[in-house]
């Protein structure tokens, strides 16, 4: 976002006053943003779930949360931060690799919207954690599409080679967990995510239409299904 006469001249301020260094954060070009987003989603059952790891700062995700956002948590402490902040379990996804059991544990405990499922080992240690407390997970697959993003190669998570995701030959073993453990695990959605810092739309389009696929024939197959989890990674140009 530009920088505004108003927001230069509180900076200016605060310089004079602040005998530290300090973060400046505009919560309207936030407001902006939002807007902006929501406008060019146009779809009325799209739900928008910010990053918390992108920022946790408690003002920012009070102000998602007036926007009827939900959040994005990559771990225990994200997870109990935006609960402290006062988002709802159901407004919360929990995300990345190497959830270690006692943050699964947690997350099942609470009901949170959906947690992303990484690979047939997390989905399995998921369906003990299940069954020891006697909560059902609600899930989501988080494929992996072998779709390159066309990023920096060290922010490219939707190729085979990435080892982030569920691979498409892994999903047999999936299906046979999924349809075995009906009360333990509740799929609810499918999710991609293929990189940071993409600022070349047709590799989104590609994944989305891969991902859409693997919905339409899911859901023929007997899943209900009931979103599609397009994950994040937009760059800034």
């Given amino acids: 976002m530009p920088m505004t006469p108003k927001i230069r001249s509180t900076i200016f301020k605060l310089l004079k006053t602040q005998a ?26 799209t739900a928008i779930h910010y990053a918390v790891k992108a920022n946790a700062n408690p003002e920012i995700l009070k102000l998602i949360k007036k926007n009827n956002c939900g ?35 947690h997350a099942i405990q609470k009901k949170i919207k959906q947690i992303n499922v990484e690979s047939p080992q997390e989905l399995e240690r998921i369906l003990l954690i299940s069954k020891e407390i006697g909560r059902a997970a609600n899930i989501g697959l988080r494929i992996n599409p072998n779709i390159n993003a066309k990023t920096h190669p060290y922010i490219t998570t939707g190729i085979r080679k990435n080892k982030f995701g569920i691979n498409i030959s892994d999903l047999a073993k999936i299906k046979k967990l999924l349809i075995e453990n009906p009360e333990h695990l509740k799929l609810k959605g499918l999710s991609v995510h293929i990189g940071s810092q993409i600022t070349a739309l047709n590799a989104f389009a590609e994944a989305f239409k891969f991902v859409i696929a693997l919905y339409k024939k899911m859901r023929n197959e007997g899943f209900l299904i009931d979103r599609i989890d397009i994950g994040g990674g937009l760059g800034i140009d």
């Fill in 20 to 45: 530290t260094p300090f973060y400046f954060y505009d919560l309207e070009s936030v407001n902006l943003r939002l807007r902006h987003l929501k406008k060019g989603l146009k779809l009325k059952r």
């Fill in 71 to 105: 959040v994005d948590v990559v771990s225990i402490g994200e997870l109990l931060h935006a609960l402290k902040v006062g988002f709802k379990a159901e407004q919360i996804i929990f995300s990345g690799v190497g959830k270690t059991k006692s943050e699964l544990a």
